[in-house]
């Protein structure tokens, strides 16, 4: 990988990951695009560890304000959500325990799982525009749904952010309170992958291929763009219509499909 193409996936990473359009989707069509060999996830947990701090910088004072009210060592509001939080880890946490060496295999399986897998989240989004529940806060119910839902997520192609908001909604949870819970919910799992990879050695040259100076490049592509989304793009998560981006994933989706089978 060069650091051209390490800038170029970085970026795409960055934008993406706040949209429900799946930015590990993008990142494998990206890879293929450019001839980039898949197998390792090195630098997939790279970037996406990089739009996580970009997510601990653009939300710091909310962070903040939780974890003040949860060392108070009385339930709250503040404590309650930070479990609910907890709860919505679960799943992908047995996932991640027990499934990874599947997980893996499939991000190195192509474009026609990434293609379906982008259908699967149009399908998701658009439901969640014609299917209409009574709204309210986000319950202990809703957050083991909507983790359930970040599980099935680790399939390239499945947008997470499409995949829990979608599910939030059609739970009943209020639209502007389910995209703030979605790109909460991510930072431990994502954060604590990273980790688990940085002391196995995973980020060294010999063990993921990749220069560290180019892992370097795409981390730092990725979190100054998805700061730049996640500042600028999150309002429109939370207020525009789903069905637009429903249809670019649909789009997206025939043509991968297509591009596995004619290539």
């Known amino acids: ?3 051209l193409e390490a800038l170029i996936l970085g970026l795409v990473q960055g934008l993406t990951e706040f949209l429900p359009v799946s930015s590990s989707g993008h990142l494998a069509i990206g890879k293929e695009l450019l001839g980039i060999e898949a197998g390792n996830l090195s630098f997939e947990i790279a970037v996406h560890a990089a739009t996580v701090l970009s997510t601990i910088v653009a939300f710091r004072k909310d962070i903040l304000h939780l974890l003040s009210s949860f060392f108070k060592f009385r339930y709250n509001q503040e404590t309650s959500y930070l479990f609910k939080i907890a709860l919505s880890m679960v799943p992908v946490l047995i996932v991640g325990l027990f499934f990874k060496e599947r997980v893996e295999a499939i991000f190195g399986s192509g474009l026609l799982i990434v293609g379906i897998s982008l259908i699967v989240t149009a399908s998701l989004l658009t439901l ?3 299917v209409k529940v009574k709204e309210g806060g986000i319950k202990y119910g809703n957050a083991l749904i909507i983790g359930v839902a970040q599980a099935f997520a680790v399939l390239p192609g499945l947008s997470r952010s499409g995949a829990t908001i979608s599910a939030g909604l059609l739970s009943g949870v209020k639209r502007e309170e389910v995209a703030k819970f979605s790109f909460l919910m991510v930072l431990v799992p ?5 980790f688990l990879e940085l002391i196995s050695g995973g980020f060294a040259a010999g ?9 370097m490049t795409g981390f730092s592509a990725a979190f100054i763009s998805g700061l730049f989304a996640c500042r600028t793009m999150i309002k429109l998560v939370k207020r525009a219509k789903l069905t637009g981006f429903a249809i670019y994933c649909a ?3 025939i043509l991968s499909i297509l591009y596995s089978v004619l290539a």
């Open 207 to 215: 063990e993921s291929g990749i220069n560290p100076f180019v892992l």
């Open 128 to 130: 969640s525009q014609y």
């Open 251 to 253: 789009t997206a989706g």
């Open 190 to 194: 994502i954060l604590g992958e990273s």
């Open 1 to 3: 990988m060069s650091f």
